[in-house]
């Protein structure tokens, strides 16, 4: 039996293409840039962030995997602000990997 552990796997990474303002794009560049990573790293870390503080989500996710996956609340906020995206507004295709944080 090996007394260390197999290291875990890091988990498994998609590319998400995203519109943000042109303000946005910067501040994330720019925290990035302050902590020494990687862009992906911070939108990956923060989108973590607000699924785990968000309870209403918590709470709206935990229904829909009981009633299968079928939702039950459809709208919300954030497809209120879909409507009043620009067509100027930045397009990005961020990549979830980053080889400098596990």
């Not at 990035?32 to 607000?50: P, Q």
């Amino acid at each position: 039996m090996a007394i260390l552990k197999l290291p875990p796997r890091p988990p498994k990474n998609e590319t998400l293409q995203i519109r943000v303002e042109e303000q946005i794009k910067t501040k994330l560049h720019k925290y990035a840039e302050f902590i020494n990573s990687s862009e992906s790293y911070v939108v990956n870390e923060a989108l973590k962030l607000l699924f785990k503080k968000d309870r209403e989500f918590t709470t709206w996710l935990e229904e829909l995997s009981r009633n299968g996956d079928q939702p039950q609340n459809l709208g919300g906020p954030l497809r209120d602000s879909q409507r009043d995206m620009k067509s100027s507004d930045t397009q990005f295709d961020y990549s979830t990997t980053n080889p400098g944080h596990p």
